[in-house]
């Protein structure tokens, strides 16, 4: 996007302090408007069947890194798993710390978003969000959750933290 200057190393940026996860307590719970809420362990999330998506990044603090690989289970897989009903149209990312992220349903299932566990072939840092990240190419990072535990379908649209604090 113009304005945007170019980087070699991926930044680290968050809300608040890195959270540490234990991965042998972390759960993510898939919910809301679907048929199927469920909740998975770190094992069963990570056996998922996984796609590798190429995309570039952008920040809105003005950078972009271009060029980079993830892997994980893909957004679609999620939705198909928890058979959403017809009467959704957002999705809430919650993430560790009480973070949210708001996104369309359309945004949320496109062919590029996924939840990703690694990045350019090695597992995530706890700085980038390890154990699960939630990317979004085509939107700015804002979007691209760290830490994600939850994944909520709803009706409504509820902001997320950036947009409740007036972003």
């Given amino acids: 996007p ?20 234990d991965i042998n307590k972390w759960r993510i719970k898939i919910f809301g408007l679907v048929k199927t ?19 570039d990044i952008h920040c809105v603090t003005g950078w972009s890194k271009l060029d980079n690989v ?16 017809p009467s959704a149209a957002y999705v809430i990312i919650h993430a560790a710390g009480g973070f949210t992220t708001n996104l369309t349903l359309s945004d949320f299932l496109e062919n590029d978003v996924l939840f990703t566990l690694k990045y350019n072939g090695e597992t995530l840092t706890p700085e980038h969000g390890y154990p699960v990240r ?14 994600v535990d939850g994944i909520e379908f709803t009706k409504e649209d509820k902001p997320g933290l950036w ?5």
């Fill in 2 to 21: 113009p304005g945007q200057q170019l980087v070699t190393q991926w930044p680290v940026l968050q809300h608040d302090n890195v959270h540490k996860i």
């Fill in 37 to 55: 809420e469920m909740e998975m362990d770190f094992q069963e999330f990570s056996s998922l069947p996984q796609v590798i998506v190429h995309s």
């Fill in 70 to 85: 993830w892997q994980g289970p893909a957004s679609r897989t999620i939705f198909d798993m928890a058979s959403v009903l």
């Fill in 134 to 147: 939630l990317i979004v190419p085509r939107l700015y990072l804002w979007k691209s959750a760290k830490w």
């Fill in 163 to 167: 947009e409740s604090s007036g972003y």
